[in-house]
């Protein structure tokens, strides 16, 4: 039983709820009654959400990321921050690590600040392909607003804003695959919720076009630029002929891999990034890549965020479409 | 008169002070009504760095930088919310941008938070060298615990840790000029006190190897790669055959003018970059780079705030080597 709940039964919005429980005199005595009654027929206790929402509310958010560190999540924090400041709202900051009991430990933790939101950042805390589950992140959506950013939890109070992720990776395999390429590659180094979205395009755009899927050309391999060259020059019965990564970090490790061999790019191999991050730029051909526009992610979010404590409805579920930028390293 | 000088007149620790505010049990009697006797006679009025030291502490620091998807603030907010969180702190991140008047709103703004301890991230908070004040940093400490993370104010109450950038660049320079290079350039993209010291660096090795300082080798360019090349591009009678810059970025560009005119790397032009950051091994020729050591920057900072809270001396600047990365855009 939480606010949501509560709101249903008695048929008013949260945001009346929540002034029902800071005993605001814009609610009527009427209306106050009858949310008190439907409240301790439920033996609901007011939580840190109903009070985060009314007078006692200390304009404060939670943000959790794994590691700030990131280029994705650096970027992400930073829109958060800049909007979330631009309606008056201070940000704690909570790097959690990836392990599943690190996260966990986390948002337990800064529940227990006074905190009227929190956003957890990054696609790590919406389980992953190993039915990793994300209790804790339902659990926070009984006692507080939770928004996820990158990930998908289907939960009552978790408002989930993502990159079209499988849509995207569809799309430029798609691509690849017009342009002749057949042995496309797919390098990942996470089993995040939008990773395994990217496999999925991946693998349903080499369906589509008449291409099989093998297990040996989906590669797992950690984010580290020399370490992905140095796994591709050591995997020397596997061909192929084009790359897609979940990251640009990734993408630019198989370039190096190309360099080395003297392979020419776009040529004899095609590379596709994500992320469009300053790494793009960088390299040598520059690095067509998918930007996730994860600064409408954040405002999305955020913007969710005003609208549902002034009472008005928001989706669970919103979808940001990404955008290929086209640079050297692709035949399109 | 803050509770540096009323430590001092009464001769005890800043700790002791803060106990007696707090009225811990752990102070005699005696030391109390000392402490206190000078309290009165200075009218001195307990503030928010007093009461963060006891019993009312939040432990919560606050933590301001000019834009936290910046790649070395990234890190370095990383570093001090990793260190900070294994002391049970809570980080409160303010991304202030780089404008005085924003800056100093920000930290005015940070104050009325209940903190124990401020952290500034990034030397742009230590002036520049066209006069800018600190005076709002000043300011802070009168009220609150400041750390400077690679900057210096010479002031009670603000503690700075920095990278010795004057000897890093000091250092680079010179090994160019040893490897024959003569017409060397200076990229940087900001009057912060950390470039001016890089700046200083700069000059003094060339003065120190006979080779004269002209200004039109200095050169300020906002620090976007293609901007960097194509500035470069246009200046045709400019001539040079190195290149030291104050950031990755730039150095990059650098990268991108001489592959746009064919000229070889680090033969015909050598490049050095700083910070080591990971664009230095996208680029090719990987480049060299000036590895500022900001992990231990955050920690030294953090573990001074801890010394000071247990009322322990900890020196006003501490200055921590960098470290030269070597890579192929250098000839040694």
Do not use: W
């Amino acid at each position: 039983m939480n606010i949501y709940d509560i709101a249903e039964l008695a048929g008013v919005s949260i945001a009346t709820v929540s002034r029902v429980v800071n005993d605001s005199p814009k609610v009527s005595e009427k209306t106050k009654m009858k949310v008190r009654a439907v409240m301790e027929a439920n033996h609901y206790t007011p939580n840190v959400f109903a009070r985060g929402l009314g007078l006692n509310s200390m304009k404060t958010v939670g943000i959790v990321c794994p590691d700030v560190s990131d280029d994705y999540m650096a970027g992400s924090v930073a829109y958060l921050e800049k909007r979330l400041r631009s309606y008056g709202y201070d940000c704690i900051l909570y790097c959690s690590g990836y392990e599943y009991e690190d996260k966990a430990a986390a948002v337990h933790l800064i529940l227990q600040k006074r905190i009227d939101a929190l956003f957890l950042v990054g696609s790590h805390y919406a389980g992953n392909g190993s039915g990793e589950d994300v209790d804790y992140v339902r659990e926070a959506a009984d006692t507080i607003l939770v928004f996820l950013i990158n990930g998908y939890v289907r939960c009552p109070g978790v408002y989930c804003v993502l990159s079209d992720n499988y849509q995207a990776v569809y799309d430029a395999v798609s691509a690849l695959t017009e342009t002749g390429k057949k042995g496309i590659l797919f390098l990942y180094d996470s089993n995040s919720y939008s990773t395994m979205e990217k496999m999925r395009g991946y693998e349903d755009a080499l369906k589509d076009n008449g291409i099989s899927v093998t297990e040996d050309r989906k590669i797992f391999v950690q984010n580290k630029i020399l370490t992905v060259r140095d796994m591709l020059l050591e995997k020397k019965d596997l061909e192929f002929d084009a790359v897609a990564a979940t990251d640009d970090g990734l993408a630019i490790g198989a370039l190096k891999y190309a360099r080395k061999k003297k392979l020419s790019v776009p040529g004899d191999i095609s590379i596709i990034g994500f992320n469009n991050s300053e790494l793009s730029i960088c390299c040598e051909p520059e690095l067509s890549s998918i930007d996730s526009r994860s600064e409408t992610l954040c405002k999305t979010a955020v913007d969710s965020m005003m609208a549902l404590l002034k009472g008005r409805p928001v989706r669970h579920k919103k979808v940001v479409p990404c955008r290929l930028v086209k640079r050297r390293t692709t035949n399109f």
